[in-house]
């Protein structure tokens, strides 16, 4: 089967959120929520000798999504034809179960419309033969999407292409995320998105 996801370069991102920007425009995601954030890792160690990356993260399109498994109205599930996980918003019922069971916290609901929402790879975008917006409009070119089990792909290439030991996942708490972070210079640490700081906040307190 088909398994549309993301690779993300995380010696390439350099924090400026324009995925998060891009995101919320073609999405018409409200203030106060988002179907992806990018998250500081650090900084860490001791000076001289420190480290700090940052950590763009979405729906992690999980092999077994336990948001699947905790939806009660069968409004989230995983489409067969790409992978990708998805929310029938006229059959959510706004229960929020799904949101709770997601260990990393990219499903929320939508206040207006009190239905579950959350990233489908731009579905409308990719039905139309172009790419997510976020890929489209991330400045360094840390960003790539395509089919995972395809060989000959761009995300399959680029995996290829970098050590094994320089490619990660976040913590896999049973559902198999099958987006792929590779990390070249730095070490990976092991949190969770929710544990992590937004950039945004990271540079609170900083010269007015």
């Given amino acids: 089967m088909r398994q549309m996801t993301f690779v993300v370069d995380l010696d390439r991102c350099i924090g400026c959120k324009g995925c998060q920007a891009a995101c919320k425009l073609e999405n018409g995601v409200a203030l106060g929520v988002g179907r992806n954030k990018v998250c500081t890792i650090g900084p860490s160690g001791v000076y001289p000798n420190l480290q700090m990356y940052f950590l763009p993260v979405m729906c992690q399109q999980c092999e077994h999504p336990a948001c699947v498994q905790a939806c009660p109205a069968g409004a989230c599930y995983k489409d067969g034809a790409d992978g990708v ?102 070490e990976w640490v092991d949190v969770l998105p929710q544990d992590c700081v937004e950039h945004s906040a990271h540079w609170k307190g900083g010269p007015k």
């Fill in 85 to 186: 996980v998805r929310v029938d918003r006229s059959r959510c019922v706004g229960c929020g179960r799904c949101g709770r069971a997601c260990p990393y916290g990219m499903i929320y609901i939508d206040k207006e419309l009190r239905t579950a929402d959350k990233c489908d790879l731009c579905a409308s975008l990719r039905a139309a033969g172009d790419t997510p917006a976020c890929v489209r409009n991330c400045s360094a070119s840390a960003l790539c999407y395509g089919d995972l089990s395809d060989p000959d792909s761009g995300v399959s290439r680029l995996l290829a292409e970098a050590e094994p030991q320089h490619v990660y996942t976040l913590r896999d708490g049973g559902g198999g995320p099958t987006v792929r972070y590779i990390l070249r210079r730095g």
